[in-house]
């Protein structure tokens, strides 16, 4: 019999119980315990100010001041021997922290380690561009700047790469809606047919899970077939359904021979 509990107000105690899964967060390490980071720390805070480092799952993860970005991975790059910068970013964090995380992540290939470097930035001020030091970056800063706004000071060619150059917005802005907003369901029409056409084409449909009941140009309608192209607004006929009568194995059919003894 199952053991019974006592049930004395039960909405009083708290949801949460043992039996749910929590994972587990992941362990930091002091950076003292790897002698190759700690180097690689020493020569960082012998030029500019270091808020906080650790090691997490095997990298080294610094943080510092934006304003000292290039300082820093300069340093990096010359004294330390991380050759590569495989990617950087941002995360929107503004509705959290009121800033943004922008992150680099760097290589060591002679020692071969990892290491990210981030800062904290509010939104409407800028980094320093890290082109003169890595090629990679020319991309990546522009696309940081195409899908969060954050533009980085002395790049040689810093414009939208991915959003057309007269986009209203930051796509990846988690304030940024889904499908777009009110601007994106209009451009193309815009573009291609000027705005006195809004009325007569209709915004743009930029949820593609939406289906049109009508729409005999792209969804087959199982039953319901009609001529490509087909207007059925007045209605469409009922197309039987015909199943293939052809039975290509029997498996009630018993084959073969069947062993009256097993050896």
Known sequence: MRKYTPKDNVQGKAYYTDRYHVVP?????????????????????????????????????????????????????????????????????????????????????????????????????????????????????????????????????????????????YPLLKTYPLHGDEFASWYEVDKIFGKDAREAIGPEIRDQAQIDRYDTKRFSRVGYEVPFGADISEGETETPIEYSKTLLVDYTKKSGKQLDKRK
């Not at 000071?153 to 959003?163: A, Q, S, V």
């Open 25 to 169: 967060s992941v362990p930091t390490f002091d950076v003292a315990t790897d002698e190759v980071f700690s180097k690689h720390l020493a020569a960082i805070e012998a030029v500019v100010e270091v808020k906080s480092a650790k090691i997490m799952l095997g990298q080294m993860i610094v943080e510092i001041n934006h304003e000292d970005n290039f300082k820093a991975i300069e340093t990096l790059k010359n004294e330390c021997d991380y050759a590569i910068l495989s990617e950087m970013s941002a995360v929107d964090y503004l509705a959290k922290d009121g800033n943004f995380e922008v992150f680099y992540q760097l290589h060591n290939l002679k020692d071969v380690k990892r290491m990210r470097l981030v800062m904290r930035i509010e939104q409407g001020l800028a980094v320093e561009s890290v082109v003169p030091l890595y090629k990679s970056a020319n991309f990546a800063e522009r696309e940081m700047f195409d899908m969060f706004g954050i533009v980085s000071n002395n790049h040689p060619f810093m414009k939208r790469i991915l959003m057309p150059d007269d986009w209203e917005g």
